[in-house]
């Protein structure tokens, strides 16, 4: 408190809101249980005199601060299951919301033991320094954060590692490109093992698009173990190059299932119901026709369920010239649609049983 009441910052709050009622900065003095869990701040933004604000210790959350609305907030967060979720990783026992019977300095310590700091430190390391593990060790800080593998050229990057050891050789773009076709040659072959030795698997397709405007089609491969556990494993994650056909993307599926050896024990295929999966499906059952693999176009491929849902309410919502505003429902939905709903000709037979139905909902 020396410290703050010291500050610029302290000295500029106390001339404005002199004769007015202040706030309580020190959180010791404040009696209310909930105050064990979040700490004082302010929001500055350049400004001498920032809005206050409160921290949740456990999940860093910042919240508004309750002088003004009273610490219902406070108490309705510290109960979330994001911040209960948040606690558990950083290392707090008991349910939020609870009180630990500590205090704030023995959280504080707490958490700077074990938040990311102790998680980075305790990463194991083999003994000793080899150059063959630095070049396996040094590929992964590229993948993870989606670096260029030109920025190992780069003077200041590699000037930090000379520093940190002298006579380091650091890999060069082409031998991370070397090291990264190895890598996922090696992930292949456990893939690979991972998959049952026999009985039937399924497939679920979808595409995507990267950051960098790659087109990219990934399929997942699931199965129930002998355990009656079900389990899955993404076994492509293919570029698309061109057109995105039917017909090219059950090219791209087959190579897939060519490079582990199971186009012949495949059980169901789950897309969305967009219309080039339809053509898809007809191109593998063809194909697999040709290798005489028992495998119907019209019984195995499973239109995926949550894409026919937002389908349906896509249609529906747009039948009522229903927008949505910035994530939510408008708040006369009830009051301003339901007669919308009421007066559609196709689907929604106006029967008085349906209509009582209908506003019991409401």
């Not at 703050?4 to 002199?18: E, F, L, R, S």
């Not at 556990?229 to 897939?256: K, P, W, Y």
């Amino acid at each position: 408190m020396g410290c703050w009441q010291g500050a610029p910052g302290y000295i500029a709050y106390t001339a404005k809101y002199a004769g007015k009622k202040k706030l309580r900065w020190n959180s010791d003095l404040r009696c209310t249980e909930v105050w064990k869990y979040f700490q004082q701040c302010a929001d500055r933004l350049g400004s001498p005199i920032g809005t206050p604000r409160v921290m949740c210790i456990m999940c860093r959350k910042v919240l508004a601060h309750p002088s003004g609305t009273g610490n219902s907030s406070m108490h309705d967060h510290n109960r979330s299951s994001a911040c209960l979720k948040s606690g558990k990783i950083n290392g707090y026992d008991g349910p939020a919301g609870s009180p630990l019977g500590i205090d704030v300095l023995t959280l504080l310590q707490k958490r700077t033991k074990t938040g990311n700091r102790r998680r980075i430190i305790d990463v194991v390391t083999p003994a000793g320094f080899k150059q063959h593990d630095l070049e396996e060790y040094f590929l992964k800080p590229f993948l993870a954060p989606n670096l260029a593998f030109n920025c190992s050229n780069n003077l200041a990057f590699r000037r930090a590692f000379k520093y940190i050891r002298p006579g380091v050789e650091i890999p060069s773009p082409t031998t991370l490109t070397r090291h990264l076709k190895r890598l996922g040659k090696s992930t292949v072959d456990d893939i690979r093992t991972c998959l049952p030795a026999t009985g039937k698997i399924s497939l679920a397709a979808d595409t995507w698009t990267s950051p960098n405007k790659l087109a990219v089609l990934a399929i997942v491969a699931y199965w129930i173990s002998d355990s009656w556990q079900m389990e899955e494993v993404l076994i492509g994650f293919e570029e698309i190059r061109g057109s995105h056909t039917g017909v090219h993307m059950a090219g791209i599926i087959n190579d897939v299932l060519a490079r582990y050896g199971i186009h012949d024990r495949i059980l169901g295929f789950t897309t969305d119901s967009a219309s080039n999966n339809r053509t898809l499906t007809q191109a593998l059952n063809n194909a697999w026709s040709l290798l005489s693999v028992d495998w119907c176009q019209l019984e195995n491929h499973i239109p995926c369920m949550a894409h026919v849902v937002q389908l349906i309410r896509g249609a529906f919502m747009s039948s009522i010239k229903v927008k949505w505003r910035d994530g939510h429902m408008p708040s006369g939905f009830k009051a301003s649609y339901i007669e919308k709903v009421m007066r559609l000709d196709n689907g929604f037979h106006k029967t008085v049983e349906k209509e009582m139905c209908l506003r019991s909902h409401t």
